[in-house]
């Protein structure tokens, strides 16, 4: 199966297939999300939270995102990966957002981009396009927005905040945006920005009505135990799992069990 390309993802949108996106952060769980026939990588930064066992995303740098990026690209034969534009990578100019955006490209493999926010990058997406990087924006909940949002909130609840959220997705548009991810807003607002844009829209707590949908690996998996967003659905407990074979490792070298003759040498 040929690398998913953008078109691709435009394609799917006008065809009324689903677009199918998970994160992934490492070579291994990579590699298993491909051989899933998932569309889309992101490496997100979201990578602080379920990985690096932090609070918040803010704290995720430039060059741990190009290290997990360029393991997940290793490992995706088939399925198109984003890299994820970390907090005060983009925000301080324009400048600094094309080149660490081309690092995502350049060092890492990526075959585009994510950026928080809409109108206030919007010079920042079309400088992204008119370079040759795919981008796609991010509207609703902004996780690198937590401060001036006041915490993790579903966004677009009230009329006037829905209207500028539906105004935001035809600026990503217009800005050059190949796709738009919209995180924690209400399905019925995410069905209209839907029917009216003709890019892909991908929804993390946005309803069934979006283009394609996107979840962190960990919430998928069970990896990551601090909380689960009402959003997300768990399909297995890997924790659960490992924490039983951890044990049970455990236990035998304790007990003498382990090693046995068949992993020793004679
Ligand atoms: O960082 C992240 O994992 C995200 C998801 C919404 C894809 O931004």
């Known amino acids: 199966m040929p690398k998913i390309t953008i078109q691709d993802f435009l394609k799917k949108k006008a065809e009324k297939q689903k677009i199918t996106m998970i994160t992934a952060y490492d070579y291994p769980f990579a590699k298993i ?3 899933a026939g998932i569309d889309g990588i992101i490496v997100g930064d979201s990578v602080g939270m379920v990985v690096q066992g932090l609070e918040n995303t803010l704290h995720v740098t430039m060059d741990e995102m190009i290290y997990h990026t360029k393991i997940v690209s290793r ?6 990966v984003i890299g994820d534009l970390p907090f005060m990578s983009y925000q301080t100019s324009i400048e600094d957002c094309i080149k660490n955006a081309g690092r ?5 493999g990526a075959t585009a981009v994510k950026i928080e926010g809409s109108a ?8 992204l396009s008119k370079s040759d990087i795919p981008v796609m924006a991010h509207i609703g909940l902004t996780p690198q927005s937590i401060h ?10 009230t ?3 829905a209207k500028r959220l539906l105004e935001e997705a035809h600026v990503a548009e217009d800005a050059g945006a190949f796709s738009l991810l919209l995180e924690a807003i209400p399905m019925g607002l995410a069905k209209k920005i839907t029917e009216e844009l003709s890019i892909p829209t991908i929804g993390i707590g946005a309803g069934p009505h979006c283009d394609g949908q996107v979840l962190v690996l960990h919430d998928v998996i069970g990896l990551f135990d601090r909380f689960l967003p009402k959003f997300a659905k768990r399909y297995t407990n890997l924790k659960d799992e490992a924490l039983r ?4 490792y455990r236990e035998e070298i304790e007990k003498g069990i382990f090693p046995s003759d068949e992993q020793s040498f004679k």
């Not at 001036?148 to 609840?157: D, E, I, L, P, T």
């Not at 074979?245 to 049970?248: D, E, F, P, Q, S």
């Open 75 to 80: 490992a995706a034969q088939n399925a198109m």
């Open 159 to 161: 009329e006037e905040s």
């Open 148 to 157: 001036r949002m006041g915490g993790y909130k579903v966004q677009g609840k």
């Open 120 to 127: 206030e990058v919007a010079g920042h997406i079309r400088a």
């Open 33 to 35: 999300v491909d051989e």
């Open 245 to 248: 074979a951890i044990k049970a």
């Open 104 to 108: 995502f490209l350049k060092e890492a």
